[in-house]
T-cell receptor, first 114, second 114 residues
Framework: GAVVSQHPSRVICKSGTSVKIECRSLDFQATTMFWYRQFPKQSLMLMATSNEGSKATYEQGVEKDKFLINHASLTLSTLTVTSAHPEDSSFYIC??????????FGSGTRLTVV | AQSVAQPEDQVNVAEGNPLTVKCTYSVSGNPYLFWYVQYPNRGLQFLLKYITGDNLVKGSYGFEAEFNKSQTSFHLKKPSALVSDSALYFCAVRDINGGFKTIFGAGTRLFVKA
């Protein structure tokens, strides 16, 4: 089955620094990947759609200069939180897959900005 | 605009009893419907999906869901709940006429008491 690997699972960083989160499709090629953000006890909010070889499509209200997405290959998308602040602390989840067979989610990354 | 509603924040059920987690949706075209489960600090795990065909869909871990077009519902069910079923459940919809975006419900926390 489709496997999506997300790394790191947890990261703590200082305010003002940048953090990169990787999302890899291990046994399939993903032209499209999705990045979600989940606040405690809340649902997943779609941040952006990552398209291989082109610019990501950001949802309304998501700062594209703050959340940089790069989808350089068919198996890797990265989300970089730039100049992180405590309010960026959250659970970030990526997903990849196929419209007909559903999407597989990564295990998530818990970001804590101190 | 497409949307998903999970009217219950929490569902409590005794072990061995049947459980139902409710979901209603709103899309402009034909829906692709999904149920996911999330355990603490983990990513989402796919349970089942409805794309077309039989309205009763069987999924992982003994869960099933019934697609009801007239009521625009996709309730998750299980005949006999287990304590290990306690988790956060998300209903999601993808409008095939709206691209590849998946919209999630707010989530329903299921507590199964022994």
């Amino acid at each position: 089955g489709a496997v999506v690997s997300q790394h790191p699972s947890r990261v703590i960083c200082k305010s003002g620094t940048s953090v990169k989160i990787e999302c890899r499709s291990l046994d399939f090629q993903a032209t499209t990947m999705f990045w979600y953000r989940q606040f405690p006890k809340q649902s997943l909010m779609l941040m952006a759609t990552s398209n291989e070889g082109s610019k990501a499509t950001y949802e309304q209200g998501v700062e594209k200069d703050k959340f940089l997405i790069n989808h350089a290959s068919l198996t890797l998308s990265t989300l970089t939180v730039t100049s992180a602040h405590p309010e960026d602390s959250s659970f970030y989840i990526c997903s990849a897959g196929d419209l007909n067979y559903g999407y597989t989610f990564g295990s998530g990354t818990r970001l804590t900005v101190v | 605009a497409q949307s998903v509603a999970q009217p219950e924040d929490q569902v409590n059920v005794a072990e061995g009893n049947p459980l139902t987690v409710k979901c209603t949706y709103s899309v402009s075209g034909n829906p692709y419907l999904f149920w996911y489960v999330q355990y603490p600090n983990r990513g989402l795990q796919f349970l089942l999906k409805y794309i077309t065909g039989d309205n009763l869909v069987k999924g992982s871990y003994g869960f099933e869901a019934e697609f009801n077009k007239s009521q625009t519902s996709f309730h998750l069910k299980k005949p006999s709940a287990l304590v290990s079923d306690s988790a956060l459940y998300f209903c999601a919809v993808r409008d095939i006429n709206g691209g590849f975006k998946t919209i999630f419900g707010a989530g329903t926390r299921l507590f199964v008491k022994a």
